[in-house]
């Protein structure tokens, strides 16, 4: 039985491919890469071929560094729109009902209520406040440009 189990890891091992280790890009393949990346976030097949050839890489390898960067991309693009949310999020348009107006009569909405029993400011709502959105609009108009071309 002992034997089985041994033949069996044996061919487990065998069978299953072996992981190939991670590549390291050196300083300067890393720096054509972000700036062939900059300007292009997808290469034809061509440029991919160019760049493997003139960096020194495989196809492959520039295509998953492309691919990573461009999932690294929309990750910071996420993270930025959502800083932008919330360090503007005081800053939205609230709707807030003034519920008290000091010159207005209260109404009871229907409810046959005492007055004298219900404090003023719960008794009625007037127009409400809105405040400003402009900073927020603007944000939100270039992170949505820079966002273009994400599928």
Not at 69 to 80: E, F, G, I, P, V
């Amino acid at each position: 039985d002992s034997r089985c189990s041994d033949d069996r890891s044996h061919l487990d091992q065998s069978s299953v491919r072996k992981k190939k280790t991670r590549t390291v890009f050196s300083r300067n393949q890393v720096f054509q890469l972000e700036s062939t990346f900059d300007m292009k976030r997808y290469l034809s097949s061509s440029e991919r071929a160019g760049i493997a050839a003139s960096l020194q890489l495989t196809e492959t390898q520039v295509k998953i560094w492309f691919q990573n960067r461009r999932n690294k991309w929309k990750r910071q693009l996420a993270a930025d729109l959502e800083a932008v949310n919330v360090s503007h999020s005081s800053q939205r348009i609230v709707r807030v009902p003034i519920l008290y107006h000091e010159n207005s009569t209260p109404s009871t909405f229907g409810f046959d209520i005492n007055a004298s029993q219900v404090s003023p400011h719960l008794m009625s709502f007037s127009n409400p406040v809105n405040y400003p959105f402009s900073s927020f609009a603007h944000s939100m108009s270039l992170l949505r440009s820079q966002m273009t071309g994400l599928v």
